[in-house]
């Protein structure tokens, strides 16, 4: 089987990974306040991505769409955001994923909820400190205090997106569309 063909029935996480990592490397360029940027609501949704993935065909898809959804943004972002904040959320998103895909998968068989959700808040505390120091430290930007209020957004978010997780657990065939 080709790499085009193995890949072909991710196309909507992929592609979905993809949109949400250049929109939160646009947005977290935007400052809200001392504590907070754009991009904080709007990156929590590739957990959910990974997550649905992960539980439609399991941790080596999962693996395959954060890869190529990385390497898609990482191209576009390069071109659409300074290399700082490319490098920054390159680097924290490939450790960020690969510890919500281990962490959901070693608890997949728990309450529906619980490797989503936990997954998410370990990740992202892991992703918060690799972007911020790697896309502000030395800069104008309190990356601490940006980073303190990323990370409670984040946490938030994690919450937030069980509702959309849980209502698509019976939809996941049309998520990724493959034989299990």
């Known amino acids: 089987m080709s790499l085009v063909q193995d890949l072909r029935p991710l196309w909507r996480p992929i592609l979905?990974?993809?949109?949400?990592?250049?929109?939160?490397n646009l947005l977290v360029q935007f400052v809200i306040n001392d504590w907070l940027t754009w991009g904080a609501f709007t990156y929590p949704l590739i957990f959910l991505v990974t997550d649905l993935t992960n539980r439609a065909v399991g941790p080596a898809a999962a693996r395959k769409v954060a890869a190529v959804g990385f390497v898609i943004a990482v191209v576009v972002s390069l071109a659409l955001?300074?290399?700082?904040?490319?490098?920054a959320s390159g680097t924290a998103f490939l450790a960020a994923q690969a510890l919500?895909?281990?962490v959901f998968n070693r608890l997949r068989q728990a309450s529906w909820w619980k490797a989503p959700l936990i997954g998410s808040l370990l990740a992202s505390v892991i992703d918060t400190a690799i972007f911020f120091y790697i896309a502000f430290a030395g800069s104008e930007f309190?990356?601490?205090?940006?980073?303190?209020?990323?990370?409670?957004?984040?946490?938030?978010m994690?919450?937030?997106?069980l509702a959309p997780y849980r209502a698509m657990l019976p939809h996941l065939q049309a998520w990724v569309p493959v034989a299990r």
């Open 16 to 24: 979905a990974m993809a949109a949400v990592i250049v929109l939160s």
């Open 81 to 87: 955001a300074p290399w700082r904040i490319a490098l």
């Open 142 to 156: 309190d990356w601490l205090m940006l980073g303190a209020g990323d990370l409670a957004v984040k946490w938030l």
């Open 158 to 161: 994690a919450l937030v997106l």
């Open 100 to 102: 919500d895909i281990a």
